[in-house]
């Protein structure tokens, strides 16, 4: 069971972009890869919007401040999808 409350080590220190994956480093020196697909908006940006993210929540969470786009932590750690609907018309 994964408790709800945050560990130390669960704090990020690291996001990149492997092809069509999401890599985010922790600072117990865990790596997660989850695929790009999960958050829809990560996928339909330009490489040059995914890649100006910001470390928010204490290191918990990480923002792109030019996508409005949030994930925690402990979402990527349970696997959790993006729950918003997503729309490609612009």
């Not at 130390?8 to 890599?23: E, P, Y």
């Not at 928010?56 to 979402?75: M, V």
């Amino acid at each position: 069971m994964i408790s709800s409350t945050p560990k130390a080590g669960d704090r990020i220190t690291g996001v990149s972009f492997q092809d069509d994956r999401l890599v985010v480093d922790f600072f117990d020196g865990r790596s997660l890869s989850v695929p790009l697909a999960w958050y829809p908006k990560l996928l339909h940006a330009a490489p040059q919007q995914r890649d100006v993210w910001q470390l928010c929540a204490a290191g918990y969470g990480i923002h792109w401040p030019e996508l409005d786009e949030d994930l925690s932590a402990q979402g990527l750690l349970l696997g959790q999808p993006s729950a918003r609907p997503h729309s490609l018309a612009a």
